[in-house]
T-cell receptor, first 114, second 114 residues
């Protein structure tokens, strides 16, 4: 158990809908990262927040957004969902914001868009 | 840009050593990681190596880094059936915004046979 929690574990929704994925980092970690794992794209970095501020951005679609709250939990919002958004979404956390801090991953949220 | 490549499959007999290879392109990578993913599970951090090191040993795991050739390998000694999983190589790079991200390889499926 990495100490990173994600809810829900599974999510099934229809095209065009909007969903929110939630992540709680390990105790003491200030950085939260979101990654998407799909069969065709592999594991891809989406976005990083550190202590409430956006710090790094990957190939995140404009339909997707994220935020980190004062209690350090983070939410990833996915809107206007398409079939291709079906994937496993991972949250990771680290103590600091740079690459010198290892990232610990949560169990993931499996999103299925029908 | 960053790119990380791995072979897709490796099959070994129980008790033998496994060697999983990875090549990367980003010469500014500061840390290189190995993660393990079991079916239906998240990513477990196995080990990592700082880019100015050549080798790191951690119990049954040995990481070798050839920075000149941008080649990373993970050796698992005395491979057990419980080591069957997908192994991901990842490079960490800092962004101009002060954050960082992991770029993952495609993953190597390790199958351990009796």
């Amino acid at each position: 158990d990495s100490g990173v929690t994600q809810t829900p574990k599974h999510l099934i929704t229809a095209t065009g809908q909007r969903v929110t994925l939630r992540c709680s980092p390990r105790s003491g970690d200030l950085s939260v990262y979101w990654y998407q794992q799909s069969l065709d794209q592999g594991l891809q970095f989406l976005i990083q927040y550190y202590n409430g501020e956006e710090r790094a951005k990957g190939n995140i679609l404009e339909r997707f957004s994220a935020q980190q709250f004062p209690d350090l939990h983070s939410e990833l919002n996915l809107s206007s969902l398409e079939l291709g958004d079906s994937a496993l979404y991972f949250c990771a956390s680290s103590e600091g914001q740079t690459s010198s801090y290892e990232q610990y991953f949560g169990p993931g949220t499996r999103l299925t868009v029908t | 840009g960053e790119d990380v490549e791995q072979s897709l499959f490796l099959s070994v007999r129980e008790g033998d050593s496994s060697v999983i290879n990875c090549t990367y392109t980003d010469s500014s990578s500061t840390y290189l990681y190995w993660y393990k993913q079991e079916p239906g599970a998240g990513l477990q951090l196995l080990t990592y190596i700082f880019s100015n090191m050549d080798m790191k040993q951690d119990q049954r795991l040995t990481v070798l880094l050839n920075k000149k050739d941008k080649h990373l390998s993970l050796r698992i000694a005395d491979t057990q059936t419980g080591d069957s999983a997908i192994y991901f190589c990842a490079e960490s790079s800092d962004s101009t915004g002060g954050g960082n991200k992991l770029t993952f390889g495609t993953g190597t499926q390790l199958k351990v046979e009796l």
